[in-house]
């Protein structure tokens, strides 16, 4: 039953190892030793113990990009190997050989899955790149919960990213918080509905308008989130800039106030006087009392007036 649990845990601690450097590299991994001696037997008979008990847990990265994981231990009749590309662990004895295996992730998103048992283990790889085609999300970029960006983002997919996202489109006010919908788990799915806001989002900052939610994409949006203010989150004054400067004057042009071109909605806009006191007047003649700044009563106001 020990040498069971040691095996299961040998096993666990390879296959998260080779996880870790498939995804963050091999630079990542700490160092690491680990060794599949069986201590019990060894104090128990000590013609077992091996010349050099040393472990050794070497990483690989293959031609394809990929990395594998090797963990082998010398033996007094059994010295010297070549580094076995399997990712497995080899210990030899008289008449005995087990190889384990584990799972490695390569930085593409690639998954190699190994055999376990004994003999020769074998690799099977299998590109994710035609699931993220069809939608598809990735098992291990949901276990690493990846921040926006470190992907494309397609119709179907789920994750950390696409809660930010969809946090990011709400705060934006292109996506109702209402609409927003979630998989089994609980999870919220990148749908048709939050497609359409990321749509609506490019064609107002002038990006192609397609769904796909790309790396410049994600850095544009964050950064839009991060200076975007909305009309009536603040009291304004002379002198202030932002995009709820851009806003008021908007909503005063549509009132026949203010005579100008149109702002943009992420441009940038500064309060000069000459627009405070065309909105005092306007105020003043509608009988409302000018409280000397613009505040929520006023943009409330304002809008009532529409």
């Not at 749509?199 to 949006?221: E, F, H, N, Q």
């Not at 002379?238 to 009132?255: C, H, Q, R, W, Y």
């Not at 702002?263 to 005092?280: R, S, W």
């Amino acid at each position: 039953m020990k040498r069971n649990f040691k095996s299961l845990i040998r096993k666990i601690a390879l296959s998260s190892i080779a996880a870790i450097a498939g995804v963050y590299g091999a630079d990542a991994v700490p160092e690491t030793t680990i060794s599949d001696n069986n201590e019990d037997d060894l104090i128990d008979n000590p013609r077992l113990q091996p010349a050099d008990r040393s472990p050794k847990l070497i990483l690989t990265m293959n031609s394809d990009g990929s990395y594998d994981l090797a963990g082998h231990r010398s033996h007094s009749s059994h010295r010297s190997h070549s580094s076995h590309r399997s990712s497995s662990t080899h210990s030899s004895h008289s008449s005995h050989s087990s190889h384990y295996s584990s799972s490695s992730t390569t930085n593409s998103g690639t998954t190699t899955r190994s055999n376990t048992g004994s003999g020769n283990s074998s690799s099977k790889t299998t590109s994710s790149l035609s699931s993220q085609a069809s939608g598809l999300y990735s098992p291990t970029l949901s276990t690493l919960a990846p921040k926006l960006g470190e992907r494309v983002i397609l119709i179907d997919m789920y994750g950390t990213d696409v809660k930010t996202l969809s946090e990011h489109l709400i705060k934006l006010e292109y996506l109702d918080p209402k609409k927003v919908s979630k998989n089994s788990n609980g999870q919220i799915v990148y749908d048709d509905t939050m497609a359409s806001a990321v749509i609506s989002y490019k064609i107002d900052r002038g990006l192609d308008p397609d769904s796909t939610v790309t790396k410049t994409m994600a850095t544009l949006i964050s950064s839009d989130v991060t200076n975007y203010r909305k009309l009536g989150s603040r009291t304004l004054t002379v002198n202030m800039s932002g995009t709820d400067v851009s806003e008021l004057k908007n909503l005063l042009f549509a009132k026949g106030i203010l005579k100008g071109k149109l702002k943009k909605k992420f441009e940038n806009t500064t309060l000069d006087e000459t627009t405070v006191e065309m909105l005092e007047a306007y105020l003043e003649a509608c009988g409302f009392d000018w409280p000397g700044k613009i505040d929520a009563s006023v943009i409330a106001f304002l809008k009532k007036e529409l």
